[in-house]
Structure formats: C-alpha cells, structure tokens
C-alpha cells in the first residue's frame, strides 16, 4: 500500500475525511479535494507525516475542468493515481413540488455528472495503472422515500452509472465499485455528529471497508455494497 496514490473528492470532512484518515493510517499516499482549496489544504497539514504525505486540492466536481486540473495536479506531483473514490454529495430534502430548480440541479450536477467529471478526468491514468473507482452512492439510490425525489433521483443515477461503468472498464483490469451507506455520523443535512449518533455507522468504517475491498483478491470484485447499521435507531 505503501506505493499507492489515492484521490478522494469531497475529502475536507464526513465520510471523505474518515477515508483519507484510514488510507492515510495505511500509508497509501492521499490527495483530497473540496470546494474551497484552502480548507483542503488545510485539512490536508493536519494529515500529513513526513512517510504519508496528503495533498490538498481544490475542485468542485460540478466543473469538470476542475477535475481535470486536480487529476493534473496530483499526476505532477506524484506521478500516478491508483485509486478514485468519487466522495463528494449534497443532499437537500424536500416534497417535489417544493423543490427549486437551483436545488435539483445542485443534487444531480454533484451526486450524479459529478462522479461522471471524476471518472472522465481520471480514467486514463487508472488504465495505466488497472486502478480501482469508487462511488459512494447511499441506500437512498435503492429505497426512495418522502421528501427525497432529487436525492433519490441522483443516487440511483449514481448507482446505475457506476455499475455499467464497471462492465466498461473492467476490460482494462479497472475494478469498479459502488458503495452505498446508510445512516453514518457526519454533518450531513444539518446534523451536528455526537455521542446520539454512535450507533450509526462512523465515517472510519467506511474506510475500514474500502481498505478491505483493496485487499482483496485480484480475480474478484465487490461491484456493489450496501451498509447500514447493526440496529436501526429505536
């Protein structure tokens, strides 16, 4: 692992963060990218050892020149990418005919041709090195639910998208997850993560997770993950 390179959108905070700390705990080495380059390289320092470097970068995954400068950016640095996870999400809940065409278009544009500008800006470099591409979609890509109809909408895009992708790119040895969460602990939707949240899921799991999938034999893929918690609040 020692020799990998990741790059994680989304990565400043939630379930990104709880990634890139877990990769990083592992020594692969970690790029993560947020709206706002400077708390990327803020969060980045605070990561970072002397063995373990971590990369801040600024990109919004709705501009695909964004992506394309990050991938750039993280290739001149440190000369490949081994693994994509396509982090980044908003959610705004509503009744559909509540919803404004701004916040549709945010959800669909982020959640859904987000992880596609991902993909496009970094998939020849992930033939170049039969990489891995993750998703992190949410159960909300197979159950819909009140108030859910653009998230709902950009999830299950976010599922379908990536698991035809997989049938793609597999020809490339390119290995092609999606993972999709249930309720974890993170700042998601306004909520301020404490000591109520512990029988969530916790953003660390979801690394534990990945870091498990990679180390899986080659020959096989887990091409689509549900997770949810042990037992559902109350």
């Known amino acids: 692992m020692k020799n990998k390179v990741a790059y994680i959108t989304g990565g400043t905070k939630g379930i990104g963060l709880g990634i890139a700390e877990v990769l990083h705990k592992?020594?692969?080495?970690?790029?993560?990218?947020?709206r706002r380059k400077e708390d990327a390289i803020e969060v980045a320092e605070q990561l970072s050892t002397m063995e373990a470097p971590v990369f801040g970068i600024g990109s919004?995954?709705?501009?695909?020149?964004?992506?394309?400068?990050?991938?750039?950016?993280?290739?001149?640095?440190?000369?490949?990418?081994?693994?994509?996870?396509?982090?980044?999400?908003?959610?705004?809940?509503?009744?559909?005919?509540e919803l404004?065409?701004?916040?549709?278009?945010?959800?669909?544009?982020?959640?859904?041709?987000?992880?596609f500008h991902t993909l496009k800006a970094s998939v020849e470099e992930l033939k170049k090195t039969e990489g891995y591409f993750i998703t992190i979609s949410s159960l909300a890509g197979t159950n819909f639910f009140e108030n859910?109809?653009?998230?709902?909408?950009?999830?299950?895009?976010?599922?379908?998208?990536?698991?035809?992708?997989?049938?793609d790119l597999r020809k490339y040895n390119i290995?092609?997850?999606?993972?999709?969460?249930?309720?974890?602990?993170?700042?998601?939707?306004?909520?301020?993560?404490?000591?109520k949240?512990?029988?969530?899921?916790?953003?660390?799991?979801?690394g534990q997770l990945i870091m498990d999938i990679f180390k899986m034999n080659p020959r096989t893929l887990a091409s689509k993950i549900e997770i949810r918690p042990l037992q559902p609040k109350g």
């Open 60 to 97: 919004d995954v709705k501009n695909f020149e964004d992506e394309k400068n990050a991938v750039a950016e993280i290739i001149r640095k440190f000369g490949k990418i081994d693994y994509v996870i396509a982090n980044a999400g908003v959610g705004i809940f509503k009744p559909v005919d």
């Open 175 to 195: 290995k092609v997850s999606t993972i999709m969460p249930g309720s974890v602990s993170t700042h998601f939707n306004g909520n301020e993560p404490s000591e």
């Open 148 to 167: 859910g109809s653009g998230y709902n909408a950009s999830k299950f895009g976010a599922v379908g998208f990536t698991q035809a992708a997989m049938l």
């Open 100 to 115: 404004s065409v701004e916040e549709w278009s945010s959800m669909i544009d982020t959640n859904l041709t987000g992880i």
């Open 197 to 206: 949240d512990a029988w969530k899921i916790q953003p660390e799991d979801i």
């Open 26 to 34: 592992h020594g692969i080495t970690v790029a993560i990218s947020g």
